[in-house]
């Protein structure tokens, strides 16, 4: 009979909000991984928790290989139990690359629901939560930090990202000038710790206050681009459009009939629009 993988939730700044179960499978998982030892040492400690069964260290680093030890161990019955610094595993956190390997096998993967910085700062945000899209952390390039958010301008559900401190005020920034400076959203920060702190505002607001230094974890949530219609959707506003699709990937045919289509207006409007700008240079 194969073993159990079991995704973990790990506190996101208060220790206090540990599921109970936590405690339970620590205590009783033949083989924890975690991402770092040395705080899940802290964890454990905070909880009055022994691991009894065999720690091994699983991050990015070590991802890879260590992969193929803990699928075997599985096999043969073991009960596994991963960890990351915060939150679930496999959200931006060590852990797809395990499960993916795990449910190839028809290995039962399981999982302790825990904190959720996502959840969290959706919650605290004020934007609206009944639809959004997670897009982790950005490309730490200006270039590729650009594109890809040129790739969901036009996306109307609520934005949330990851971000390091030092590189918020550039994010903010590159976010005001794809997504437009009175785009709403909130930096959440330090969530559930002594110095949390949410600030709401728009992108262009955000960025100046950003340039002052942040510290702590941070959690970006942005508004939705608005539903706009057809009367309200210029000529220079539809060919922008179509350039951030093409930016993106898309043929320059696709990217005007998924233009025409979310502004309400004929292809041929759209298309009479690019030829327009390109003939004036613009």
């Not at 992969?67 to 161990?73: F, G, S």
């Not at 990851?162 to 930096?187: K, S, W």
């Not at 262009?204 to 942005?222: F, H, K, M, Q, S």
């Amino acid at each position: 009979m194969t073993g159990t993988l079991v995704l973990a939730g790990t506190p996101i700044g208060d220790v206090k909000d540990a599921p109970p179960r936590l405690a339970e499978e620590l205590a009783g998982a033949d083989v924890v991984a975690a991402e770092d030892t040395r705080r899940l040492r802290r964890l454990t400690q905070a909880l009055g928790v022994q691991p009894a069964g065999r720690v091994v260290s699983y991050f990015e680093g070590n991802e890879s290989a260590r992969t193929p030890e803990l699928v075997e161990a599985l096999l043969e019955g073991s009960r596994v139990l991963l960890v990351t610094d915060a939150g679930m595993p496999s959200v931006s956190d060590p852990g797809y690359r395990l499960v993916a390997a795990a449910v190839e096998k028809d290995i039962r993967v399981t999982a302790v629901p825990g904190p959720s910085a996502v959840l969290t700062a959706l919650a605290l945000s004020g934007l609206p939560v009944d639809r959004f899209c997670f897009e982790g952390f950005l490309p730490r390039k200006a270039g590729e930090r650009l594109g890809r958010l040129r790739e969901v301008a036009e996306e109307r559900r609520t934005l949330v990202y990851f971000e390091a401190p030092h590189r918020l005020d550039d994010t903010l920034a590159a976010m005001a000038e794809v997504f437009g400076a009175d785009r709403r959203a909130a930096v959440c920060r330090e969530l559930t710790k002594t110095y949390e702190e949410v600030r709401r505002g728009g992108l262009g607001e955000l960025a100046e206050w950003a340039a002052e230094g942040v510290r702590g974890e941070i959690t970006v949530v942005v508004e939705g681009a608005p539903q706009k219609g057809a009367e309200e959707v210029d000529a220079a506003e539809l060919v922008r459009r179509v350039r951030v699709r093409e930016e993106a990937g898309e043929r320059r045919k696709e990217a005007i009939a998924a233009v025409a289509a979310e502004a309400g207006v004929p292809k041929r409007e759209v298309f009479d629009a690019v030829v327009a700008a390109k003939n004036a240079g613009v």
